[in-house]
């Protein structure tokens, strides 16, 4: 459920006609409903009222500082994967005893700074990492609240880039070893043991692996506590997955119910960690069609979006559904129709946002809608071919906000310098002439083409 609809044939994000967007902030874009936000984080909360819990946004998913404060403002926490993310996650303003930090690579200052700023839990996923957040702690005179990520080994029956919770994955520890690693745990200085977690894949549409994990879990628990390992949370990880084409994944309701079930006696506080299922249908990416080229065997749709700007395609074969900002009256229903792939402009094979997809004609200017982006889309987007990346964009019912601005050419090659002693080669005609003659107002390259 989305406030992304059609009025009059013109698509709409709650009241912003998706036109008015772009032609004032450019393309791509994305576009981000606040409504939809809080509605789904209302809708994946509810089930866990009956018990103590706190929701930790998966913020990888889509981690600009404005989407973070939606879900704080509503009493959620984050979990962060980085240094950079607890950097994002205490600019926005979130309670650093809501932070959970899961990761399998964290260094030792990225202990650091989540120790000083005092975060719920590190989420521990080897035994070397454990001896080092031991060390760290107590260099810092302080105790590090830990979970181990164990891992399951359920199957979760996603694409295989997304499922973590196998024997073969790089993720957590082995299941069988988890009790004497948290005996471990008990004795160091550095280090409290107080929860148990698991994390076992992304875009899970059916409930028996959430709930085979549950119940391993659940023996877990009981196993430490006859250890006298005093056991207060219990971490399921996110990994719900949402509709982005024909896909019927569980509801939020059934999804809870079903996780209360295994673990509601335990008088534990759940922790979840929601990503996609939060943002995924919250946000889309405009782009405009450049070109319409016939090749001899596919018919290309050539837009101003590419795999820099949304890698999934691409990456995991995914499909994002295509609407058109303006359909002609009536367009609904069939009509004139085409079947064409939609590719960037840039210089890969791999670069597609859609193939062989059948959509209503369109031509050269027209806006495009790349629906369901809101997750893993700007968030894992990259400067490949020099490109900017795209601007960011919030809507609030009638009104908008630019949450990130459209990078610069200047932001391009931010940091980036010549050897020292090199002399620069001077151009005949300085890159400040060519910018400053095209954008005349403008005294700097802030801008770009289509910017
Ligand atoms: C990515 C990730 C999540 C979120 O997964 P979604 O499929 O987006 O819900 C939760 N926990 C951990 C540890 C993750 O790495």
């Known amino acids: 459920m989305h406030y992304f609809e059609y009025k009059n044939d013109q698509l709409y994000c709650e009241s912003v006609p998706l036109r008015h967007i772009a032609e004032q902030v450019g393309t791509p874009v994305f576009v981000y409903s606040r409504s939809t936000l809080e509605r789904h984080f209302k809708v994946f909360e509810e089930p866990f009222a009956s018990v103590d819990h706190l929701i930790c946004f998966s913020m990888k998913a889509c981690s600009n500082i404005a989407i973070l404060h939606v879900f704080s403002e509503l009493g959620g926490g984050v979990d962060i994967v980085s240094g950079g993310e607890l950097f994002r996650a205490l600019k926005a303003g979130v309670d650093p005893s809501r932070v959970v930090y899961s990761g399998v690579g964290k260094t030792a200052s990225e202990m650091d700074e989540a120790l000083a700023a005092g975060i719920l839990m590190f989420n521990v996923e080897s035994e070397e990492e454990l001896d080092l957040l031991d060390k760290r702690a107590q260099l810092l005179g302080t105790t590090a609240r830990m979970a181990f ?43 409290d043991p107080v929860g148990v977690d698991c994390h076992i894949g992304s875009q899970l549409t ?29 971490d399921i990880g996110g990994g719900l997955g949402i509709p982005y084409d024909e896909e019927d994944p569980p509801l939020p309701a059934d999804y809870g119910a079903a996780i209360l079930d295994g673990v509601s006696d335990l008088n534990l506080k759940l922790i979840l960690e929601p990503g996609r299922l939060l943002t995924g249908n919250a946000g889309v990416m405009i782009t405009k069609v450049l070109y319409l080229k016939q090749g001899p065997e596919k018919l290309f749709v050539i837009v101003d979006a590419a795999m820099n700007d949304l890698i999934r395609p691409s990456l995991y074969q995914a499909y994002h559904s295509v609407w058109k900002v303006q359909r002609k009256a009536g367009e609904s229903d069939a009509g004139d129709r085409i079947v064409a792939d939609i590719v960037g402009p840039i210089c890969e094979s791999g670069d597609f946002l859609a193939q062989a997809r059948e959509l209503e004609q369109v031509q050269s200017g027209d806006l495009l809608v790349l629906m369901s982006a809101g997750a893993y889309g700007f968030s894992m987007s990259s400067n490949y071919n020099s490109r900017p990346r795209a601007a960011e964009v919030l809507v609030d019912n009638e009104r908008f906000y630019v949450i990130r601005q459209r990078e610069t050419y200047d932001d391009l090659i931010r940091g980036e310098r010549l050897p020292e002693g090199a002399r620069p080669h001077r151009n005949r005609k300085g890159v400040h002439d060519v910018f400053r003659g095209l954008y005349r107002g403008s005294d700097s390259v802030q801008k770009r083409p289509g910017g």
Do not use: C
């Not at 979760?156 to 790089?170: E, F, Q, V």
């Not at 959430?210 to 430490?224: I, N, P, T």
């Open 149 to 191: 990520r164990v891992n399951p080994d359920v199957d979760p029956r996603t694409h295989p880039y997304i499922s973590t919770g196998m024997r073969r994955n790089k993720f957590g520890i082995q299941f069988d070893r988890a009790t004497d690693l948290y005996l471990r745990a008990k004795e160091m200085v550095g280090i």
């Open 206 to 234: 059916e409930l028996s692996p959430f709930m085979d994990a549950v119940a391993k879990l659940r023996g877990l628990v009981e196993d430490l506590r006859k250890h006298d390992i005093d056991i207060r949370y219990l």
